[in-house]
């Protein structure tokens, strides 16, 4: 069949049009629904590092920037990471008494910016472009967003995977690190 011109003049913004809504619903399964699931982690045997006292976090959402080093193929890095109070129990999280804690990197599983913990989930939604009724860990470079109510799973945005978890242990009052998640990514791939 021969095309007119008159033919291309509907089928070429057609096509772009449908071209169009194709990419948009692709981008916003990606952000929206196309993430990870959290299950029971794999530790890696790290060195113990003392990170908080309990009585330290005092309340739920109080929490506390850390540095966890962890060895990279032949190096040893320092794994920015976060120690979190949260108001439930997380699977790779840690209950002492009434209190449950979560540890985890704070590195983006998308391209490896540093992640922020967001206290203040109304700020949240301006800073972030992401809803949420309770804080959330932000990334600041495509506004990725993960929940700590759901053990570090990637909620909204580019990443797909959550971040990994730490392992801790307390004694006597203090909070300790002794683990990490593998793969750690997105270092270690996987
Ligand atoms: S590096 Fe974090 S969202 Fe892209």
Known sequence: MKLTRRDLIWILPSTATAGFFGWFALRAYN???R?????????KEGPRLEVARVSALAHPWDFRYF????????TTQQLEAVLVRVPQPQVGGLTVGEAHFLALSRIC????????????????????NYRSDH?????????????????GKAVYGPPRYPLPRLRLAEEAGMLYVTGYET????????
Do not use: M, N
Not at 183 to 190: S, Y
């Open 31 to 33: 952000i929206q629904l």
């Open 35 to 43: 993430k990870a699931g959290v299950g029971v982690p794999q530790w």
């Open 67 to 74: 540095k966890y080093p962890v060895k990279i193929g032949a």
């Open 109 to 128: 599983t998308h391209q490896g910016c540093t992640v922020r913990y967001v206290p203040d989930p109304e700020v949240g939604s301006i800073a972030y």
């Open 135 to 151: 804080p959330f860990l932000g990334c600041p470079c495509h506004f990725g967003a993960y929940d700590p109510l759901q053990a």
């Open 183 to 190: 793969p750690l990514r997105p270092a270690e791939g996987g």
